[in-house]
């Protein structure tokens, strides 16, 4: 099974970009790398998803590297309410497996 | 209302007792999972169910029973609660393998004293 590695932690100033990297350097050729967030204790929420072309969609930009080996999540203009766990996912068969994430603090 | 509705939202009991966690949903989504998580930690799998005749062990499903009654409920059983199963319980719905996204519930916290 793919396994991701993330930072435990990062900060970042509001309004500014936040990148968050994640490697999966044993990544297979069909599997997809999801990002999802977790703010305080409630249930994680999709961010965006990718198998090996740049994603972007109204939350965020997900950047994949050309061997796939690792990718970057992208807020363009971090928040406050941004501050949470950030979970890098490679979809292994038919579930998702999380690993512990990256807690993002933006400050203002 | 929400889409992934889960119950008790917070319970506390005692060690042997039978606990259940109760998952509804009205997304008409086939697929139904059930995480736990601890503090500080990711989530783990313990049982997903593909539709109503599909039940699947996941990660740490020992201790653990499941129970599809419908596609839209999917209950957690813990027989005999022991304080190790003291945690945060998901469940969470999605519609197909290669589906954007998981849809999760507001979560339940269970302490077993």
């Known amino acids: 099974d793919a396994k991701t590695t993330q930072p435990p932690s990062m900060d970042c100033a509001e309004g500014r970009a936040a990148n968050l990297p994640c490697n999966h350097s044993t990544i297979s050729g069909n599997e997809y790398v999801y990002w999802y967030r977790q703010i305080h204790s409630q249930g994680p929420q999709y961010i965006i998803h990718?198998?090996?072309n740049n994603e972007t969609n109204e939350m965020a930009s997900l950047i994949i590297t050309e061997d796939r080996k690792s990718s970057t999540l992208i807020l363009p203009h971090a928040t406050l309410r941004d501050t949470a766990v950030y979970y890098c996912i490679v979809r292994t068969g038919n579930k998702l497996v999380f690993g512990a994430g990256t807690i993002l603090r933006v400050k203002s | 209302d929400a889409d992934v509705t889960q119950t008790p939202r917070n319970r506390i009991t005692k060690t042997g007792k039978r606990i259940m966690l109760e998952c509804s949903q009205t997304?008409?989504?086939?697929?139904m999972y059930w995480y736990r998580q601890d503090p500080g930690l990711g989530l783990r799998l313990i049982y997903y169910s593909f539709d109503v005749k599909d039940i699947n062990k996941g990660e740490i499903s020992d201790g653990y029973s499941v129970s599809r009654q419908a596609q839209a409920k999917f209950s957690l059983s813990l027989e005999s609660a022991i304080p190790n199963q003291t945690a945060l319980y998901f469940c969470a719905t999605s519609d197909q393998v290669g589906s954007k996204d998981l849809t999760f519930g507001a979560g339940s916290r269970l302490t077993v004293l």
């Open positions: 997304k008409g989504h086939d697929r």
């Open positions: 990718g198998l090996k």
